[in-house]
C-alpha cells in the first residue's frame, strides 16, 4: 500500500501543476484577445472601391492618452486620385493622420470615409489590402534585393519586380550591383541609404498596386540624387491613386493638388503650393527656409501658376 502510495501522490502533484499551467495559458490568451485594439463591427462588410476613392476626414479629434489631445476637428477631403500632402512641425500629427486612416487607433470623434464608407464599419482585412503604406523606415529582410521588393506577394514573376524596380527608380541602382537582384541586404548583407530603403518601400507598394497610397517621407537628410529619384518614383506611385504624403521636404510636393499646413493638431492653412506661397503665411516661411538651407545649385524651381 505505501508503495504504491508514493507514485499516485506524484501524479496528483502532477495533475495539479498540470491544471494550473492550463488556467494560466487560458488567462494569457484571453488577455491577448482583450488586448486587440481594435475589432470589426459585427457583420461588418468589406470596403467596397471602384478605382482611386474619395478620402474624407470629418472633423476628426483623437487623443493616443484621454489627458492629451493630438488631433482637433481636422476636416478635409482627398479627390480621388489625386495627391493631398501634409507638413508641419515634428509632432504637429501629421503620422498620426496616417495611423488613423490605416485604423491603427480609433478616432476620439469625427469620422474617417473612404467613398462614403465609414472606415469603423467595414472589414480591417479590406481597409488594410486598400491601402499601400511606405513608412518612414523600412524594415529590410536579410535576404536578396528581389525577396525584399517582392515580399507581401509570394509567387510574383521577375517581370513584375523589375516593373516596380523600374518605377520606384531603384531598377538602374541595382543593376549596377554586381549581383544584381541577388544581391542579399538588409542587416547583414548591403546596406541601403534612407533613400533607397525608400524606394525599396515604394516597389513594394507597387506590386501591392492598392488604389489609396500613403508615404510617410523619411526624415533623413536626402542627397539631390537620392531626392530626385524619390520624387520620380513618387509620381509614378501616385498616379491615379489617391494619395497622402506626410512630407518633410516641401520640393517633394510642390506639385501636389492640396497642401495642409499642421501646427499643434490643427490644419492651419491650407491650399496648392502656388496659393499658400501667394498667401505669405507658415507654409511660405517654411519654404523660404528649406530654400536658404538647400545645396547651393540645388535651388528648387516653384512650379509656374496653373
Ligand atoms: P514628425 O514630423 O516628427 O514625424 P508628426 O507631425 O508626424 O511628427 P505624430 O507622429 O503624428 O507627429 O505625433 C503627434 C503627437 O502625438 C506627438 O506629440 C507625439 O509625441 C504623440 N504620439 C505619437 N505616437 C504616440 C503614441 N503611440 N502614444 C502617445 N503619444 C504619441
Not at 49 to 70: C, T
Amino acid at each position: 500500500m505505501i508503495q504504491l502510495y508514493a507514485p499516485l501522490n506524484f501524479l496528483g502533484v502532477l495533475y495539479r501543476e498540470i491544471r494550473q499551467a492550463l488556467t494560466d495559458m487560458e488567462r494569457m490568451f484571453r488577455l491577448l484577445s482583450e488586448q486587440r485594439e481594435i475589432d470589426d463591427a459585427p457583420g461588418a462588410p468589406p470596403l467596397r472601391l471602384e478605382g482611386a476613392p474619395a478620402v474624407r476626414f470629418e472633423r476628426v479629434s483623437f487623443a493616443y492618452e484621454p489627458a492629451r489631445p493630438i488631433l482637433h476637428q481636422v476636416d478635409f477631403e482627398m479627390a480621388p486620385g489625386t495627391t493631398t500632402a501634409v507638413v508641419g512641425a515634428s509632432g504637429a500629427g501629421k503620422s498620426t493622420l496616417a495611423r488613423l486612416l490605416f485604423r491603427f487607433y480609433e478616432v476620439g470623434a469625427g469620422r474617417i470615409a473612404i467613398d462614403g464608407q465609414d472606415i469603423r464599419s467595414v472589414t480591417q482585412a479590406s481597409l488594410r489590402a486598400a491601402i499601400g503604406i511606405v513608412p518612414q523606415d523600412t524594415v529590410l529582410f536579410n535576404d536578396t534585393i528581389r525577396y525584399n521588393i517582392g515580399y507581401g506577394r509570394p509567387g510574383v514573376g521577375e517581370d513584375e519586380i523589375v516593373a516596380a524596380a523600374k518605377a520606384a527608380r531603384l531598377h538602374d541602382f541595382v543593376q549596377a550591383l554586381p549581383r544584381g537582384y541577388d544581391t542579399m541586404v538588409g542587416e547583414r548583407g548591403l546596406k541601403l541609404s534612407g533613400g533607397e530603403k525608400q524606394r525599396v518601400a515604394i516597389a513594394r507598394a507597387l506590386l501591392k498596386d492598392p488604389p489609396i497610397l500613403v508615404l510617410d517621407e523619411a526624415t533623413s537628410a536626402l542627397d539631390s540624387r537620392n531626392e530626385q529619384a524619390i520624387q520620380g518614383a513618387l509620381r509614378v506611385a501616385a498616379a491615379n491613386r489617391t494619395t497622402l504624403v506626410v512630407a518633410h521636404r516641401l520640393s517633394t510636393i510642390a506639385d501636389a493638388a492640396q497642401i495642409l499646413v499642421m501646427a499643434d493638431g490643427r490644419i492651419v492653412e491650407r491650399g496648392t503650393h502656388v496659393q499658400l506661397l501667394r498667401a505669405g503665411g507658415e507654409y511660405a516661411r517654411l519654404w523660404a527656409l528649406q530654400q536658404r538651407d538647400a545645396e547651393p545649385g540645388a535651388q528648387r524651381e516653384a512650379p509656374a501658376p496653373a
